[in-house]
């Protein structure tokens, strides 16, 4: 019997399981009592109990550390999976089986391992155990294999007064409230409730809100903010030519329907569900079906699924109902954004593996969607939010409940597939396409002549001399074998054939999870059953279906109309892409240590707004643009600046710098050569084999990130190979939940604008229409650029100056150089793949074995040159590369 | 025609920018304390890699890491165990057999440390150097043990910022015309650019990545500097007109100085990292040579030009030093690319003066068996092994902790990662426990809620 804890359940378990636990050796001792100060948390044992640990200590523990170390222990490795240094170590055992089965010395592995006439005898190196050693392991196990107990902190569970003046007083975990929308004075201004909330804090501050923009401003501002890319000159004009009412309500109409206000806003998710299409530090696995759960998300925000039952999905997919295989699909592949975070694949231990990847998860959901950071309180209570270790290990049991199908396992110092499970992915519903027959049964024949080939000449004389670049002649009918059992499984596994996702599934073993004493995976403290935060109450809760983990009552708290939190965080996160800064401007933290609410009656009353409307964020986002506190201009006079710098109370607009994506985006719009959504990612090709910054597949990678003409979103986004053309502006950092962007200003960015070959070629696409259009004058192109590019047209100056640039520019440039296109030279990436095989070529490795040996030095780069075919096209080429590279193009107002 | 009405009112530039410079701004209060922040507040905001002001007094302005990818073995380089050779053959504590290492060792300065035969050149600065002798680490596994030498935690669900832009982050760096954090040839596995990236913090604190052969990925100018010139300064007319418009953004002068930087460094950094320019006696002091044999002889020299030009870190690599099989070759194999050119680097920066306020430090991200692995091998050990610091704020000739008889387990002036980044900082006139930034609802460090600094070792 499990111990189990819970306050209600505390003084029962105390009484009727402490003396059972006291029997049960290397478990729990007893728990400190919640409302019970009087117990200890470490009572003395009893006399039997002393004297097997004695033993313990004295002979069985040397035998371990002066024989089995070495090989299987935490602080070396565990040898065959196996670790001695850890009583469940033990008993789990290795690969071979249970090491040590209490009570059972005959079924124990450890025993039968380390007799002498054992044909593969322990220790390996070293001396062999004495008979006394032997003997004294036997009756250790005999008498239950007695291990010290853990010591668990008194703290553990204890109700905390400062936790309970927490959950009372802190704005966050509160109800929502249904506040009274604020008078006015200025009762011509507001256009919308929300008008009504902004102007009363200015007026409170005695501010006026500045001017509203002009048209120009404001459809650029808003195709970018909705769609991520500028307004089409004829958008503009047609914008300014309707005098209608509700021009800027067609205009925004147009844009939610558009699949650009899903790329745009369904990249706003990936930065919170730290999407990557790899496993991350340390060995790096390529996710090749990730690029599904992106599509997903793209899907579910041009459609408008309802915000809750968004993140229902995606915690809970595999458990909802499901009327079609392809709505099944659908649902499974929504559960990726469980899977797709960032994991130790080279964890040497598994239970580590499992409850790092269980605390991933943790954060991962509770931080987009609750704006918590519950992780804090793996190893202790929550320093600062009233959120309990055994809050922590509620959540965590769900987890353990749930198979965690990313398609790797974890393993320590492997290679090639060893770290790809094709059982744990997540196979699709629907059929698989049909196995090509005559394929297969062509390959088979071709694996099974490989086969006989290799068998024929391995270890033969033969075989073994070597050829000519070293290598034993053998090594090429090895290899020749691998490729084609590859090929093969290629075609029949279903996951090689992509169809399977990253996802995750209910576990076979369904169960409430131990605390763990100091967050350490081995160390089991009290077992809590599974559940949700005690931070704040949601009326109507689910309790959890002990036959299932428990995510889809965790989805349903999550979504309850009822949890105070779930709804202000994206409503917070809406205002955040709209205004630059939150109401609450830390979007991913609503804690104490997080931000307060700038208007916090607005913040409710635009979430009770949400949820009325069903949780439609394209109605949310509708509403807020056509507020008239969202169209203010950009001016910034000196006293509103002195009363709030911040412009926290939106006063005015404030300027915001584009994102890397939205930046490379405008280049592909602007210069015409943007393509289509591409089918899938780069990424898909790849295996589930470790990849190395400078190896054939990171290059595959760079390489089709740096053709690519998709928009940024469809890029292959590996994590550690960020793709050259986002690099520059603050990409987002793919292994954290990122709610907000970074806008640093750096001379990279410069050197970027300047000299890199892919703005220099989208420059070269725009300036060789300019250049070579008889048609039109110098002129009508310098306004259209300068449509194109900043949305606007050049001012009479502005217009003359540029021309006179491209006289300059093409005098100096025949004077120079003629018209011999020899000056554009830019850099590439490094084609490291030419680099290796050089190298492979040239050095042998002075270790061949070790795959961990990886050299990187003397990397060949290729300086591509991006070339004008003639110094008008050049002058026309470094005029539209100007503007790409202004200050004015980087912002939008 | 549209336009956007154009004022020519001179915009106030404030405080408060753009999200990364000011959470950095903010973070910076705790350094600094609030009148120094007055006055540094706008250079803060608007360049935030200019020197700051170290809270402690300073002992090293600048640090060059050696790093050993892969765990070279210290049995067989330099850490002379007598009780090895007298053991050899018998069984070691917690299995395998004790190795005493194939090559000879000898006592080398007045201070009479021991190195093998491997490390001649290395050996002869034996009386510069200050070893750690007793360190030890969480995981004997590379991946996440070279990710805690570089960022402290080897939680993988966590990326932290690594040491080099904690540095940046405090302190700035002296050379505004070049990166402040460089990184060569840096290891391609094993966490690859979480070892010089800044994680949470701003993106303008991550290490610069150059290869070997010096290259930064755009920065070769696009066109001749007479043409390219003419193109900025329309670029830099646009974005003076755009400056002066009412409530134009913040970051625009910031912008506008980015370009002049940028098109300098354009000539600047490729003429700092051409070391054929370098004197012959130098070139040949390091054994400067083309192709993949030259490869740490050119990231020596290189390092030692960047940092004389005021780059607060930079990290060279070599690996290729995990011996599990082939050691005796292997080593062979390795010491040779490594022990002239790191000895001509000691040699170089003391010859310019530079070890008064550069700091080297040598290592691996953990150490070897003194027990043997298969035929010709040692595996992993993380419970007590070795590296050595060189140069400012550090004591001469002296050695620092100690690991048992037999090389296995430190035993005497312990030193855990963490203590080591402590003591790091310390040396840097940083303060570990207050070189903090918030993310994520806490304050983060890198050394994490632990560290201790040993004072034992400075000068």
């Not at chain 1, 169809?499 to 160390?523: S, Y």
């Not at chain 1, 409710?604 to 109605?619: A, C, H, I, N, P």
């Not at chain 2, 913040?250 to 054929?276: C, T």
């Amino acid at each position: 019997m499990e111990p189990s804890f819970h306050p209600s359940l505390l003084q029962d378990f105390i009484g009727t399981h402490a003396a059972l636990l006291r029997r049960t050796v290397g478990a729990v001792s007893v728990v400190a009592g919640l409302a019970a100060p009087s117990l200890l948390a470490n009572p003395a044992p009893d006399a039997g109990q002393d004297q097997s640990l004695e033993f313990f200590e004295k002979k069985v523990r040397p035998i371990l550390v002066n024989h089995c170390y070495t090989c299987h222990s935490a602080e070396t490795k565990p040898a065959g999976g196996l670790r001695v240094d850890d009583r469940n170590g033990l008993i789990m055992g290795g690969d071979e089986g249970p090491a040590v089965v209490p009570g059972n010395p005959d079924k124990s592995l450890l025993l039968t391992r380390v007799q002498r006439n054992h044909a593969k005898v322990m220790p390996k190196e070293g001396e062999l155990l004495t008979d006394t050693q032997i003997a004294d392991l036997s009756q250790w196990i005999k008498d239950g294999a007695t291990w010290p107990r853990e010591r668990i902190p008194a703290s553990i569970g204890r109700a905390s007064a400062e936790y309970d003046k927490l959950k009372a007083e802190h704005w966050a975990w509160q109800p929502l409230k249904a506040p009274a929308v604020p008078a006015v004075k200025d009762t011509g201004w507001a256009r919308d409730t929300i008008d009504q909330f902004i102007l009363a804090k200015l007026e409170e501050k005695q501010l006026s809100p500045v001017a509203d923009a002009d048209k120009v401003t404001l459809i650029r501002r808003v195709t970018y903010d909705l769609t991520g890319l500028p307004p089409k000159p004829e958008d503009v004009y047609a914008f300014l030519k309707d005098s209608s009412d509700n021009a800027f309500a067609k205009v925004v109409d147009r844009l939610l329907q558009s699949q650009q206000f899903a790329e745009q806003w369904g990249r706003h998710w990936l930065d919170v569900a730290r999407y990557g299409e790899s496993t991350g530090p340390s060995r790096n696995i390529p996710y090749p079906h990730a690029w599904k759960y992106r599509d997903y998300v793209l899907d579910a925000v041009n459609r408008d699924i309802p915000y809750d039952q968004f993140i229902r999905e995606q915690i809970a997919g595999d458990l909802l109902p499901a009327e079609s295989s392809t709505e099944r699909d659908r649902l499974l592949t929504a559960t990726g954004f469980l899977a797709l975070g960032v994991k130790d694949v080279n964890q040497r231990f598994k239970v580590r593996f499992t409850m790092d990847n269980v605390d991933e998860q943790i954060d991962a959901v509770t931080r987009s969607v609750l704006g918590l950071t519950v992780s804090c309180a793996r190893c202790h209570d929550h320093k600062f939010d009233p959120i309990p270790v055994t809050d922590y290990y509620a959540l965590a049991g769900i987890f353990t409940s749930t198979d965690h199908c990313a398609g790797v396992r974890n393993k320590m110092g492997g290679g090639g597939l060893d770290y790809y499970d094709p059982a744990m992915l997540v196979k699709l519903a629907s059929d698989a396409p049909p196995v090509p027959e005559g394929d297969v049964e062509k390959l088979k024949a071709q694996v099974a002549e490989a086969k006989e080939a290799w068998d024929k000449i391995r270890g033969t004389p033969e075989g073994l001399a070597r050829g000519a670049n070293g290598q034993p002649k053998q090594r090429a009918f090895r290899l020749k074998f691998d490729r084609l059992q590859g090929d093969l499984l290629a075609l029949t596994d279903p996951a090689a054939r992509g169809h399977a996702v990253h996802g995750v599934r209910d576990a076979k073993t369904v169960a409430d999870t131990e605390v763990r004493i100091r967050g350490e995976a081995e160390r089991l403290g009290p077992t809590v059953p599974r559940g949700f935060l005690s931070a704040f109450q949601v009326p109507g809760t689910e309790p959890i279906n002990p036959q299932q983990s428990g995510r889809l009552e965790l989805a349903k708290w999550l979504t309850s109309a009822n949890n105070p939190l779930t709804g202000r965080v994206i409503v917070n996160r809406v205002w955040q892409s709209l205004f630059g800064t939150g109401i609450v401007n830390t979007v991913d933290n609503f804690g104490i240590n997080g931000g307060q609410p700038s208007h916090p009656e607005l913040l409710d009353y635009l979430t009770q707004e949400f949820v009325r409307d069903g949780w439609s964020l394209k109605k949310l986002v509708r509403r807020v643009v056509l507020s008239r506190s969202y169209q203010l201009g950009v001016d910034a006079p000196d006293a509103n600046r002195e009363v709030d710098p911040a412009n926290r109370l939106v006063w005015r607009h404030s300027p915001r710098r584009l994102t890397a994506e939205e930046i490379r985006d405008t280049l592909l719009v602007t210069s015409g050569q943007i393509q289509p959504k591409p089918e899938a990612s780069a990424a898909k090709e790849l295996r589930m084999i470790e990849m190395r910054d400078n190896g054939a597949e990171a290059a595959s990678i760079h390489r089709a990130a740096d053709k690519s003409l998709s928009r940024s979103v469809y890029l292959p986004l590996l994590r550690g190979v960020t793709p050259g053309n986002l690099q520059a502006f603050d990409p987002v950092e793919q292994t954290l939940v990122t709610g907000q962007r970074d806008a640093t200003t750096v001379p990279t960015q410069a050197l970027y604008l300047l000299n890199s070959p892919f703005v220099r070629k989208e420059a070269l696409a725009l300036a060789s229409k300019a250049a070579g259009d008889t048609a039109r004058t110098a002129g009508d192109w310098v306004r259209q650029i300068y449509l194109l590019t900043l949305g606007r047209s050049p001012s009479d100056v502005e217009a003359a100056r540029a021309e006179q640039f491209l006289a300059d520019y093409e005098s100096t440039y025949q004077a120079e150089l003629g018209d011999a296109p020899v000056l554009a030279q830019a850099d590439v990436r490094e084609s490291s793949d030419t680099s290796t095989t050089d190298e492979t070529a040239a050095k042998p490795p002075v270790v061949p074995e070790n795959p961990d040996n990886v050299d990187r030095s003397d990397q060949v780069v290729v300086d591509e040159a991006v070339v004008a075919p003639d110094a008008k096209t050049a002058a026309w080429l470094n005029l539209v590369q100007a503007l790409y590279a202004s200050a004015e193009f980087r912002f939008v107002r | 025609m549209f336009r956007s009405p154009q004022s020519p009112q001179l915009s106030r530039r404030t405080v408060l920018r753009s999200s990364g410079a000011g959470f950095g701004y903010l973070a910076l209060a705790g350094l600094l304390g609030q009148d120094a922040l007055k006055s540094q507040a706008s250079a803060a905001v608007e360049q935030p890699l200019l020197p700051k002001a170290p809270v402690l007094p300073t002992k090293a302005k600048r640090i060059i890491f050696i790093f050993m990818e892969g765990a070279m073995s210290q049995h067989d380089t330099f850490d002379y165990k007598p009780e090895l050779i007298r053991s050899n053959g018998k069984s070691g504590p917690g299995g395998g057999t004790v190795t005493a290492s194939k090559f000879r060792f000898k006592q080398y300065g007045e201070t009479g440390t021991y190195f093998s035969e491997l490390l001649p050149n290395i050996a002869k600065h034996a009386d510069k150097m200050c070893w750690l002798r007793g360190l030890h680490t969480d995981t004997p596994a590379h991946p996440q043990a070279v990710v805690q030498l570089h960022t402290g935690s080897a939680n993988a669900a966590l990326t932290r910022p690594s040491m080099g832009s904690w540095l940046l982050y405090g302190l700035g760096t002296d050379n505004q015309d070049l990166p402040g954090y460089v990184t060569i040839n840096p290891p391609p596995n094993f966490g690859g650019a979480v070892n010089y990236g800044s994680a949470f913090l701003p993106a303008h604190y991550q290490g610069t990545r150059i290869t070997d052969q010096g290259y930064l990925p755009n920065l070769k100018a696009a066109s001749a500097a007479k043409l390219q010139r003419k193109q900025l300064d329309l670029i830099q007319g646009m974005n003076r007109d755009f400056a002066r418009q009412a409530g134009s953004p913040d970051p625009v002068d910031g912008i506008i100085a980015s370009y002049e930087l940028g098109f300098r460094m354009q000539d600047k950094v490729p003429e700092l990292l051409d070391i054929s320019k370098e004197p012959e006696h130098i070139r040949d002091a390091y054994g400067i040579k083309d192709g993949a044999a030259g490869s740490f002889a050119r990231q020596c020299l290189m390092a030692r030009r960047l940092s004389e030009a005021g780059v607060r870190f930079v990290e060279i690599c070599q690996g290729g030093w995990d011996h599990h099989n082939n050691l005796h070759k292997g080593l062979l194999d390795r010491t040779a690319s490594i022990d002239q050119p790191t000895a001509a680097l000691l040699s170089d920066l003391e010859a310019r003066g530079m070890l008064n306020d550069t700091l080297v430090l040598f290592g691996s991200e953990f150490g070897r068996l003194p027990t043997a692995q298969g035929q010709d091998g040692r595996d992993h050990n993380i419970t007590g092994y070795s590296m050595f610091l060189a140069g400012a704020g550090v004591k001469k000739g002296f050695t620092y902790g100690a690991t048992d008889e037999l090389g296995i387990k430190a035993v005497d002036g312990r030193m855990h990662t963490n203590d080591l980044h402590a003591t790091l900082l310390a040396l840097m006139g940083l303060d570990h426990e207050r070189l903090t930034y918030r993310y994520a609802g806490r304050d983060f460090r890198l050394t994490d809620v632990a560290g201790e600094v040993v004072k034992d070792i400075f000068a």
